[in-house]
């Protein structure tokens, strides 16, 4: 394995105890911690290989909300700093808990997100942007070109440049993917009201945040999984 195949991501995942954490690992087929398939959820109306084509990216990434997207390790560094400066980082951070989260469309595709703004959530996206990038190597060209085609904003051609991901600081929206794309409005929204039963009970509470996940892939045909997780407060 080299560098350049084996790829990290930083992400918050529900805690493997919790009703979050078995929903998505049920909803996507696989868990995310231990990596082995899971009995998947059936919606009424759909078709077993109908889930599974909707469910496909966020199964090979893991159920997560993103905050420092996949990227391979810098010349110098190991997985053993990754992990350590990781660890510091979140040692420092304060537990907190997000707004309710609300099923949404984001683009062309499904997802959760907090339904309101989290000034200590997107405080938190930015630093861990900021101080854990020494250790991300800059992404091959072919890979800055695919996300240029998607059509990006300016200032989001900047961050891409400079943080090696598009969606960050002001541009950050934090959500969990629960479908890829749906480019069919009209499918997108049968996916949206079977999936608002399933996520009931998600919408009526604050979901903790009080853990980073480190998460790995052994290179690019491989899923994500979770590797280390991350306690918040252990150096306060």
Known sequence: ???????????????????????GASWTGRDAYTNKPVEELRLQGFSEAEIKNATAFPRHYGF??????????????????????????????????????????????????P????????????????????????????EIERRKAAGLTRRQTEYLKKW??????EDFQFHITLTGSLEDPQERERFMLALAILVRPFTRHPQPVDALALFHQE?????FRIIESFPFGRLL
Do not use: W
């Open 64 to 113: 997560h909300g993103t905050l420092k997207a996949p990227f391979r390790l810098a010349d110098g560094y190991t997985k053993d700093h990754l992990i350590e400066g990781t660890r510091s980082f979140a040692g420092r951070r304060a537990p907190f808990f997000i707004p309710p989260l609300t099923l949404a469309p984001i683009r062309d595709f499904v997802a959760l997100q």
């Open 219 to 223: 290179n690019l045909s491989s899923p």
């Open 115 to 142: 339904a309101t703004i989290c000034l200590e959530l997107n405080r938190l996206a930015e630093a861990c942007v900021r101080e854990l990038d020494v250790f991300r190597a800059q992404p091959p060209e072919e």
């Open 164 to 169: 090696g991901y598009p969606y960050v600081m």
């Open 1 to 23: 394995m080299t560098h350049t195949e084996s790829r990290y991501a930083i992400y918050i995942a529900p805690p493997p105890e919790s009703d979050l954490h078995a929903f």
